[in-house]
């Protein structure tokens, strides 16, 4: 194991001067309290991995809040405290952020209230944990900077590469760590430790998973789809038989990895088109995973999940239209004479750039590339030159006509018939005489 002034010098060797500093300093702030502050969890764990990772989360043994108030007053930091939970997020003056947890111990009086705060030892909060290697603390008061706290055995588990639980009831009592266990599994190149991968067959033979509500089932899918590379994940959650716990009929062959490998080059080649319309690499993926299911089996999926109404709106209604719209394009090029812009246009307006991009996974066509980048890159972007105003003066009633008559000037400009404002007016005119 390392000593105190061995992690002393990674950490100075490993972290910013500016979060060694704000490390050190959140520990003089413990020592004037009387408290003793440790970082814990992730960032420990990703400390003695030495793998970058920002998010410090800091536990108090004592009152969080008070610490927070306390450091934040003296540090010019805002604070937003949970005075339930006896937690605090502290905004640095430099944006970064720090999550604040006080040693505890929940009880609930009953059922659906708030859970009332005791404090606890730092060894009863790690315990509660779940996996060893995220059980690690780090001290940071000034006399004990440095120290490693590992009641555990994290240290063993991160050199012998082990996800391991803390007792055998730890899937039981949260199901949502079989997910978390293949995430840090894969993510970290670790293996499940013999034992603990029993435990979480046993609990995936049991149906435990079932129990676990959509939104936190949700969020721990999401997690995987996000991390890097997300296909070692879905594989092993396969070969370890969570998914169907997404849906029953969800399944995972050669097809998934040959449409999960399409879908990030799909992604990188996005990446490339430097365009400001962010997308969600999760969702793309997400789409990949289910692209075997039927849309009320894929609806199924969206409910048992608890998708959120943003979510099921971008990636549900539009699913069906996006991948017909794709198919009736690679007709159009399977035809060989080119496709209209104005047609290109019509097709692929409204939606949403996750869809556009696992349409193009699916079809994984050059020529399909080419048309979806000039889509992205100018034909989202071409508006009429003349106006609303400029239409009424020229006698377009209001109403539908007026609709249609725009739809189709930007069809014409789209497809390079017209190209002033008066040659947009002219054609207007047209329009209006042919009674459009
Ligand atoms: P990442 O690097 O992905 O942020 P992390 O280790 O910080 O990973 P989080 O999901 O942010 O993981 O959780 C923070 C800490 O809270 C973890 O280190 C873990 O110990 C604890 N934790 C989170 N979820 C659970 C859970 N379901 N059961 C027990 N402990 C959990």
Known sequence: EPSEREIVHHVNRRLPEATVALLRELGRTGERLGMAVYGVGGFVRDLLLDIDNQDVDITVE?????????????????????????????????????????????????????????????????????FTINTLA????????????????????????????????????????????????QRLGFHLEPHTEGLLRTAVRMGLVERVGGKR???????????????PAVRRMAALGLLPFIHAELRFGDDVEHLFAESERALAWYELLYLPTPVEAWAVYFLALTDRLDSPKYRETCTRLAMPGRWLQRLFGHRHRAIKH????????????????????????????????????????????????????????????STGADLHDIGVPPGPSFGRIKERLLAARLDGEVRSRDDELEFARRLLKDGV
């Open 217 to 231: 089932l949700l969020g721990e899918l999401t997690s995987i789809l996000r991390e890097r590379e997300p296909l």
């Open 62 to 130: 004592g009152d969080g809040i008070l610490f927070a108030e306390t450091f934040a007053r003296q540090h010019g930091c805002r604070v937003r405290s949970h005075q339930a939970f006896g937690t605090a997020v502290l905004v640095l003056p430099t944006g970064g952020k720090l999550d604040i947890a006080s040693t505890r111990l929940e009880f609930y009086e009953s059922p659906g209230v708030l859970p009332t705060v005791e404090r606890s030892s730092l060894r009863r909060d790690l315990h509660r944990r779940d």
């Open 138 to 185: 780090l001290c940071l008061n000034p006399d004990r900077f440095g120290r490693l706290i590992d009641h555990y055995g994290g240290q063993k588990d991160l050199r012998e590469k082990m996800v391991r639980v803390l007792h055998n009831l730890s899937f039981v009592e949260d199901p949502t760590r079989c997910f978390r266990a293949v995430r840090f599994e």
């Open 326 to 385: 794709f198919q009736a394009l690679r007709q159009g090029l399977r035809g060989g004479v080119s496709i209209a812009n104005s047609r290109v246009y019509a097709l692929l307006r409204n939606i949403p750039i996750e869809l556009l991009l696992y349409g193009l996974a699916r079809s994984g066509q050059e020529e399909l590339r080419r048309l979806v980048s000039h889509y992205l890159v100018r034909l989202a972007h071409v508006t009429l030159l």
